[in-house]
């Protein structure tokens, strides 16, 4: 069944996308009321409308801050961007941070849709923490978890062997829950931009201590090492020059030795080609990311062989330094730690280990700590497309991560929407979605009221969803007396579950395609080029360009978003994307005839990543493109783009 016609979704109210946590509820559809009469069969469909903006509003402001109703770190908590570690109040949507696809076990790079933040209020969190493990979260904060099965024999329920991926909340982690704390970067670039012999000099030059750019390594003990920096200076510069020939302008080296040490120098022009890398002595987080990876192994194969203990510490005077290392050991899909140390530096411990069950470890560990504290600081958590991101508290790291309402007049309006976790029924929360009926005991519940949930209960179960089709109450997980009498009456009578009396009429019904990019496209500077699909959900491929047209001659009204990945722009590049409607040109071909608005952003540094929407009407004969143009100093490459579009054909 479609979904229902008298649909108001978040969109419409204004809300923008639900911050809550991902999950895939599929065992069916929970009821719930209001507790208070609201009288609204008797008012307008506007006064339920703003019934549900006023719900919203008591759960998400001062006097509950819950977020959206949400789940949050404390504001020690901090995120993973491409440019580092940074607090809540240093972020903004747009920004990239790493998350994690929690389907495939990788992590990427993807752009934050929001920033929610809660006022400081009185609350109860949940601690839980130790040496390798520290989180301050709300009880209904959720969590990408990898879950051993229990096994199936008798009454055995001991762990099984192997683990599934899963969702859950905090104050419902069990010991067979383990959070994640590494993932490898999936966004790592498969062409080298650097020589290797650039990136081992890097890793040896960065971890010898000095104000000038000089690597010395051991003639007799670790011989080797003196040998490999000889061979990647000369193959990055060529053969070696006369010593201290400091006046040539040419990127050069030389070597001298102590007793029993190799000294290795380099020119004012080579040391410049080392430090545009790491300056300050410390690599940066653009250069870390540019590496393939077997260039990331690489470079961390160098720095510990030049500066670690045991193949597990790498200690480092400076806080950066240890950072940027833990940086790339996180890109390279490897856990670990950075602490201080008692007579100063900071180390960083690796882990072979890539996840971390609380539970577990609280139960065997006296020193690691699970249980509820009082906060009253601010609270916060951001929205992504993949609904998790990486963590990091008191050294430690980590990745870490709705309901509709039927009115009295047949709309259902929605809540947190599809594949969210819901906020109304504890214990059930990541496997059911939840629906408010907006009545109090003493409203009456009408037939228009029953047909909304039924026609929300037939959507849910399409495959896209697959809920199951039971319907309980929220008295069914909790003691409450929701969803009142009358309509628990209904809930046990299997009123709700039963198919909707007639089908609704598909004119508000849009149509959908999504189209994928498999081909790179080439973009010259400061030239427009329509944006080139290859495939469509229906399975047709080619060269394709219109997303609205080609099959509406009649024209039609159209929302479109696009998503685009772009490689090789230049930091402070200028990007314009927009939608273009073509008409025929008399001749067999195509012709602009209208411009929609340009979204005009700029590149930071690394891949780009941009999305463009517009809502237009489309007249009969014509076809929509989006365009995109860039305005760097060199060519540049689409490697990817996913567009959906909605249309409504006349």
């Known amino acids: 069944m479609p979904r229902p016609s008298k649909y108001t979704s978040r969109s419409d109210l204004g809300w923008g996308p639900s911050p809550a946590g991902r999950a895939n509820p599929r065992s069916g559809l929970v009821v719930h009321y209001d507790s208070v009469d609201q009288n609204l069969a008797g008012k307008d469909h506007s006064a339920c409308v703003a019934y549900w903006n006023a719900t919203r509003r008591f759960h998400t402001g001062p006097s509950r801050g819950w977020a959206d109703i949400g789940y949050c770190v404390d504001e020690e908590t901090e995120i993973l961007t491409e440019d580092g570690w940074r607090t809540f109040r240093d972020i903004a949507e747009g920004d990239l941070v790493l ?66 991926r899963a969702w859950a909340v905090t104050e419902e982690l069990t010991s067979r829950d383990r959070i994640r704390t590494a993932a490898p970067c999936g966004d790592l670039p498969v062409q080298p931009k650097w020589p290797d012999a650039l990136v081992e000099l890097v890793g040896w030059a960065w971890t010898t201590e000095g104000h000038r750019t000089v690597i010395r390594r051991p003639r007799k003990r670790d011989g080797e090492s003196a040998v490999r920096v000889r061979t990647a200076l000369h193959a990055l510069f060529g053969a070696a020059m006369e010593p201290d020939t400091t006046a040539d302008a040419r990127p050069g080296w030389w070597e001298r030795y102590t007793v029993d040490t190799a000294v290795f120098r380099l020119s004012p022009a080579a040391e410049r080609i080392l430090t545009e890398q790491m300056p300050g002595r410390v690599p940066s987080h653009a250069f870390l990311r ?34 940027a290392f833990r940086f790339a050991v996180i890109l390279a899909g490897q856990a670990a730690t950075v602490r201080g140390v008692p007579l100063g530096g900071w180390r960083v411990e690796l882990s072979p280990e890539h996840g971390f069950s609380p539970r577990a470890v609280a139960a065997r560990t006296p020193g690691f700590v699970v249980c509820r504290i009082r906060y009253e600081g601010h609270i916060w958590c951001p929205t992504t497309p993949d609904g998790t991101w990486l963590a990091r508290r008191a050294g430690t790291v980590y990745f870490t991560g709705n309901s509709f309402m039927a009115c009295a007049h047949g709309h259902v309006l929605e809540g947190r929407g599809l594949y969210r976790v819901q906020a109304a029924q504890p214990g059930g929360n990541s496997s059911h979605y939840s629906v408010t009926l907006a009545t109090g005991p003493g409203d009456g519940i009408p037939r228009e009221q029953v047909e909304a949930v039924r026609r929300l209960r037939a959507w849910l179960m399409e495959p896209a969803t697959s809920i199951s089709g039971k319907v309980l109450g929220h008295r069914d997980f909790v003691a409450t007396s929701c969803p009142g009498d009358k309509a628990y009456r209904m809930v046990r009578d299997g009123t709700f579950a039963r198919p909707p009396s007639s089908s609704e009429g598909d004119d508000d019904m849009p149509g959908h395609r999504r189209f994928e990019k498999d081909e790179a496209q080439e973009l010259v500077p400061g030239t427009w080029a329509s944006l080139r699909f290859d495939r469509r959900h229906d399975g047709r491929t080619g060269a394709l360009y219109a997303l609205v047209g080609t099959d509406e001659p009649g024209g039609a009204l159209y929302d479109l978003s696009v998503g685009v990945t772009i490689e090789g722009l230049a930091p402070g590049t200028e990007v314009r994307l927009r939608a273009t409607e073509y008409e025929p040109d008399g001749n067999g071909g195509w012709k602009v005839a209208r411009d929609r608005p340009i979204d005009s952003p700029v590149q930071a540094a690394g891949d780009a990543h941009f999305t463009y929407a517009w809502k237009g009407n489309l007249a009969a ?30």
């Open 99 to 164: 998350t994690l696809d929690h389907t495939t076990g990788l992590s990427r790079w993807q752009p934050l849709q929001a920033v929610n933040v809660f006022p400081a209020l009185p609350r109860e969190l949940v601690l839980m923490e130790g040496r390798a493990h520290s989180s301050l979260t709300t009880p209904g904060h959720r969590w990408p978890v990898e879950r051993r099965p229990t096994r199936r024999s008798g009454r055995d329920e001991r762990p099984g062997p192997g683990f599934e």
């Open 290 to 323: 540019s590496l393939t990876r077997a260039q990331l192994d690489l470079f961390l194969r160098v720095t510990m062989s030049a500066g670690g203990r045991d193949g597990r510490f790498l200690e480092r005077p400076d806080r950066a330094g240890a950072e």
């Open 621 to 650: 004969g014509r076809r929509v493109r989006v365009r995109v143009a860039q305005f760097g100093d060199r060519p540049a490459r689409v490697t990817a783009a996913t567009a959906d579009v909605f249309f409504w054909p006349r």
